[in-house]
């Protein structure tokens, strides 16, 4: 069975929340999903996935300084994500807040890492983002979010 594993880093509880509907989305698709606090997340959790969903609020346009702090150790393991699959969303106080550039931040040390990113061609095409608490919209997004990856590793087959 295909692992996903979702790490998020939530001061307020929006990123929390998302990071449990984007679980609702893999859980849908059948695979199996592990959702950890980032303060409780090493780099070695990342090598026991096939998929890898972060979650941070935005600040200052870009992640949160804990999800920085662990993609910063995984270099630890540069080259053994590679081919995972990865993805990224994201909770901000404003619509003009840094959304994409958070995601786009987050994408971009995964893309370094060799992973494999899907993009979304109808909404939210860099990653599920929420304005506040999430709300109905963006909670169906995090849901698409984690079927979107889930099937995309069902497609692809275990990494490992």
Request: proline share 4%; net charge positive.
């Amino acid at each position: 069975m295909s692992k996903v594993l979702i790490v998020y880093y939530s001061r307020t509880g929006n990123t929390r929340k998302m990071a449990t509907r984007v679980a609702e989305g893999v859980r849908k698709e059948k695979a199996q999903v592990v959702v950890k606090d980032v303060r409780k997340t090493t780099p070695a959790d990342m090598l026991k996935a096939d998929a890898i969903i972060i979650g941070s609020p935005t600040y200052y346009g870009g992640p949160a300084a804990p999800i920085r702090d662990l993609l910063d150790r995984s270099v630890k393991y540069h080259g053994r994500l590679e081919g995972k699959v990865g993805a990224a969303f994201t909770s901000s106080g404003g619509i003009a807040g840094g959304n994409e550039t958070t995601l786009l931040s987050i994408l971009t040390a995964l893309l370094i890492h060799g992973m494999i990113i899907q993009g979304r061609s109808d909404d939210d095409h860099y990653g599920a983002v929420a304005i506040g608490a999430p709300n109905k919209g963006a909670r169906q997004n995090c849901i698409v979010l984690g079927r979107r990856v889930a099937r995309l590793v069902k497609r692809l087959g275990p990494h490992g």
